[in-house]
T-cell receptor, first 115, second 110 residues
Framework: DTGVSQDPRHKITKRGQNVTFRCDPI?????LYWYRQTLGQGPEFLTY????????KSRLLSDRFSAERPKGSFSTLEIQRTEQGDSAMYLC?????????????FGEGSRLTVL | AQRVTQPEKLLSVFKGAPVELKCNYS??????LFWYVQYSRQRLQLLLR??SRESIKGFTADLNKGETSFHLKKPFAQEEDSAMYYC????????????FGTGTLLAVQP
């Protein structure tokens, strides 16, 4: 499968613990996005990378959240001191700059449950 | 603020019946609108874009700027159309930052 892959698919953690999610985009895609989806809602934009540069962060991304994309390949999303409100599906997507506008390729998501 | 509204959480129709999934948007500039679909146990994927004026799997969507709507339509629903449908607006231009609606679950009954 050459699509966007995310790891782990499921993570259960206790409140206050740190968690990290990894996303491997489609290899030739230079753009990478993180979204969060809670029950009954659509995906909400968190942050966006073009190559290794993080170009935008949503106000939803508190100081406890940090995302990186070293070398412009895979990306990690770390949540420090998790809270129950962080429980959600974290979706990664990638796209090719200059490709079809609005076409994001999504991974299957990483589901976080904070107890 | 940019917003995409999908008023129906669930739309249930019988096979062969027409389908219309509603989407309204608020946007101050020239909107770029999309429909994404998520079939059971599959990842979210692009269905169609308004600028392409295309028909995908029998679905079409027309941008109505006067009503600020982008409803998704299909004349004859099939059971395999059952899925979660999200309307989305691109407010980031070339950066592809999408705002999604809350989604409508389409259930096509046999």
């Amino acid at each position: 499968d050459t699509g966007v892959s995310q790891d782990p698919r499921h993570k259960i953690t206790k409140r206050g613990q740190n968690v990290t999610f990894r996303c491997d985009p489609i290899s030739e895609h230079n753009r990478l996005y993180w979204y969060r989806q809670t029950l009954g809602q659509g995906p909400e934009f968190l942050t966006y990378f073009q190559n290794e540069a993080q170009l935008e962060k949503s106000r939803l991304l508190s100081d406890r959240f940090s995302a990186e994309r070293p070398k412009g390949s895979f990306s990690t999303l770390e949540i420090q001191r998790t809270e129950q409100g962080d429980s959600a599906m974290y979706l990664c997507a990638s796209s090719l700059g200059g490709g079809r506008t609005g076409e994001l390729f999504f991974g299957e998501g990483s589901r976080l449950t904070v107890l | 603020a940019q917003r995409v509204t999908q008023p129906e959480k669930l739309l249930s129709v019988f096979k062969g019946a027409p389908v219309e999934l509603k989407c309204n948007y608020s946007y101050s500039g020239s909107p770029e609108l999309f429909w994404y679909v998520q079939y059971s146990r599959q990842r979210l994927q692009l269905l169609l874009r308004h600028i392409s004026r295309e028909s995908i799997k029998g679905f079409t969507a027309d941008l109505n700027k006067g009503e600020t709507s982008f409803h998704l339509k299909k004349p004859f629903a099939q059971e395999e159309d059952s899925a979660m449908y999200y309307c989305a607006s691109n407010y980031g231009g070339a950066t592809n930052k999408l705002i999604f609606g809350t989604g409508t679950l389409l259930a096509v009954q046999p």
